[in-house]
């Protein structure tokens, strides 16, 4: 897949997460390890359920974690995210999956996180 164009992280980074948002770097590192992916990504919804999933690079599908995260999300039903973490080595968040999110939630969180899990910057744009 070609790179997509990169959204700067924007914003101040965090000091320390909420339990929840922490829940989803928890999450989103999870997804990643398990299958050795590029990146890992969670979600949480309006009603708090949280979707984790890992970048998927098939010759006939490609997906960004976020993206496949945002996907599963939509399809058990939720209509707006509150909070987005994104787990990789990059340091700029994909427009992809930074479209998927606004798609949903115009002014969510979208976390950047390290492997490590050290938050790199947050998108709220």
């Known amino acids: 897949m070609p790179e997509s ?3 700067p992280s924007t914003g101040s980074v965090p000091a320390e997460l909420g339990a929840e948002d922490a829940k989803l770097v928890i999450l989103a590192r999870g997804a ?11 979600v949480r919804d309006q009603d708090g359920r ?17 993206q496949l995260a945002v996907a599963s999300a939509v399809a058990a039903g939720a209509s ?3 909070a987005a973490v ?7 968040l994909d427009a992809a999956g930074h479209a998927a999110v606004r798609d949903l939630a115009v002014g969510a969180p979208i976390h950047l996180a390290a492997p490590d899990g050290t938050v790199l910057g947050t998108v709220v744009e």
């Open 5 to 7: 164009p990169a959204v």
């Open 32 to 42: 990643r390890g398990r299958v050795g992916a590029v990146e890992g990504a969670a």
């Open 50 to 66: 949280t979707y984790a999933a890992a970048s998927v690079a098939l010759p006939s599908l490609t997906l960004t974690a976020l």
């Open 80 to 82: 707006s995210l509150e």
């Open 86 to 92: 994104v787990v990789t080595e990059a340091s700029t």
